[in-house]
């Protein structure tokens, strides 16, 4: 039978197709129908009618790259999902895709493709699907897609076995200013039921999760509710005790560290395998902490990593620098942070900040780092006492930048419009050399 639907996937979207064909099946679609092409050279074989993807903004360049290819080849309908066609769909439309599936896009997807099956092309009846952005005699937006309960939907189609880490909660309380999480997902956490994550569970050998604050399982995100927490892993016991191992509080989730107490360090020292857990601290510097909104101090940070340590644990402590409010004194403060973690044994990570849509800071120039804080990345990385990616980083996030400040679009999300807290760079500019020229400007 002709393939008249194709998803091209990739490394970086598995997990997001997965839950989707699980989504699709469980509503009665037939995935059968639906052919996984998992390079490009694939996609063109299967000669599609209808193509998904779904990608990052950090993949926009090579994405473009292929729609256009299979535009020139294919005559087929482009359909996009993920962060970046939720935050910028016009962009994602004149990249070259025909459709942009806006927020949380299990049921949107469904009724999308029921659609197209039947009528071959986009049409008015697209209207009254929620969670699209298309152009039919101009730019129409039907409104942000929500799907409240994310966990009547299983983590992946059970026909095709097509597993992965499973997403146990969805959406985040405390509004980190450069995350997407919390203005796509909603401020609330939403959980998916004990039950449901054993019985997927058992369809993994290394049991692995995800979720923006794994500790905070079970609670509505901002606090510890210990009992659920432990009741969810004391209920993947059965499946440790038949072989299989369970990670908790690391890769590819983390914990935010005023959740890493003695309590929550106990419960994995009881109940699961890893024996080390990723913190996200984001700052050594108590400012820029306050301007990202993370909403916790230094001092949390390093009770976080001295608890750890005492309880047998390797931290592996995210650090974002080239934030757009950093000066020396907080690169400084960071700097010594990181130090203090590396001396006592913990890991440090180092991620340049990425400018990206859909969040407060979208606009936000990226910091040129200092010489200082160069040396040391650069030192630590060579003695293999930091990882992490910082160095590519900085190309990406300029050219990030560039094409979001160009293409500038307001964002609508969860809740709404997504504000914009990020001076811009003619006023950020004009701060600077206020700063550097005080008595100048009071005499002016």
């Known amino acids: 039978m002709h393939t008249v ?112 099956k039947k009528n071959k092309a986009i049409n008015k009846d697209l209207l009254t699907i929620r969670g699209l952005a298309f152009n039919l005699n101009g730019y129409k937006f039907t409104g942000f897609a929500k799907v409240e309960d994310f966990y009547k939907y299983p983590p992946f189609a059970e026909s ?131 301007l990202m909104h993370r909403l916790h101090d230094v001092e949390t940070i390093k009770r976080a990593v001295e608890y750890s340590i005492e309880y047998g644990f390797t931290p592996i402590v995210d650090f974002i620098v080239g934030t757009p409010y950093e000066d020396e004194e907080s690169d400084r403060n960071t700097i010594e942070l990181m130090k203090w973690i590396i001396s006592k044994g913990g890991k440090v990570r180092a991620h340049y900040f990425m400018p990206l849509p859909g969040t407060p800071w979208a606009l936000c120039k990226p910091k040129p780092l200092s010489k200082e804080m160069v040396r040391f990345l650069g030192t630590m990385a060579r003695q293999s006492k930091l990882e992490g990616e910082w160095v590519k980083q900085i190309e990406l996030s300029n050219k990030l930048h560039s094409l979001i400040k160009e293409n500038y679009e307001e964002a609508t999300g969860y809740y709404g419009p997504i504000p914009n807290r990020c001076i811009n760079d003619e006023q950020t500019n004009k701060n600077d050399n206020q700063n550097k020229n005080p008595q100048k400007e009071r005499n002016n």
């Open 5 to 116: 639907i194709a998803i091209r996937l990739t490394k970086n979207n598995r997990n997001a197709f997965s839950y989707l064909l699980g989504a699709l099946e469980k509503q009665g679609f037939d995935i059968n129908e639906i052919a996984i092409a998992r390079s490009f050279e694939d996609l063109i074989k299967t000669k599609p009618k209808i193509v998904l993807y779904s990608f990052y903004s950090t993949e926009v360049w090579e994405v473009k790259k292929e729609i256009q290819m299979l535009k020139s080849k294919i005559n087929a309908i482009a359909i996009a999902g993920g962060y970046h066609a939720s935050a910028m769909p016009r962009h994602t439309l004149k990249m070259g895709f025909d459709i942009a599936v806006v927020g949380e896009g299990e049921e949107t997807l469904y009724y999308l493709l029921e659609n197209l």
């Open 160 to 290: 095709i076995r097509m597993v992965g880490p499973i997403e146990i909660s969805r959406g985040c309380p405390f509004g980190c200013n450069y995350c997407q999480t919390p203005f796509f997902k909603g401020f609330r956490m939403r959980h998916r039921p004990i039950d449901q994550i054993v019985k997927h569970s058992r369809y993994l050998r290394d049991m692995r999760y995800i979720s923006p604050n794994a500790f905070a399982y079970g609670s509505p995100g901002a606090i510890l509710v210990l009992e659920k927490l432990e009741a969810l892993l004391r209920a993947l016991q059965p499946l440790r005790k038949e072989g299989r191992r369970l990670f908790f509080g690391t890769f590819p989730s983390e914990v935010r560290p005023e959740f890493v107490i003695p309590e929550t360090l106990e419960l994995l020292l009881k109940y699961a395998d890893n024996r080390k857990i990723i913190i996200g601290a984001q700052s050594g510097d108590n400012r820029i902490l306050k």
